[in-house]
């Protein structure tokens, strides 16, 4: 299974929020009863994207005949698990020691 590239793309998000509250009361003994509140606020939001490329330093041919050349025992084992695990029904995958 060879990958030409891999390419990710992510998002952060950065909130901020800021407020401020005011609260006023009557006297407690006073016949007149209540208070008032006010609030007000700010958010701030700022996503940010990052694309990162993922890529093989040796593409497919490179990788099969340097295999081929210095492991060539370990390239036709390979090339025989991979054939088992392509063929349909067969549940086991890898070279049979």
């Known amino acids: ?3 030409e590239s891999v390419e990710l793309e992510l998002q952060v998000v950065a909130q901020n929020e800021a ?3 005011l609260k006023i009361g009557v006297i407690p003994f ?11 606020g700010v958010s701030y939001e700022n996503t940010h994207t990052v ?3 993922l890529s093989p330093l040796y593409d497919k041919e490179k990788v ?3 295999r081929a050349l210095y492991a ?3 390239e036709a084992a390979s090339l025989k698990a991979s054939a088992r ?4 029904g ?3 995958v890898g070279p049979k020691s």
């Open 64 to 66: 099969l005949a340097f």
């Open 51 to 53: 694309r990162v490329k």
């Open 19 to 21: 407020g401020v509250g």
């Open 90 to 92: 067969s549940n086991d």
């Open 72 to 74: 060539p025992e370990e």
């Open 85 to 88: 695990g392509l063929t349909k």
């Open 1 to 3: 299974f060879f990958v």
């Open 30 to 40: 006073s016949p007149i009863k209540g208070e008032a509140k006010m609030k007000a």
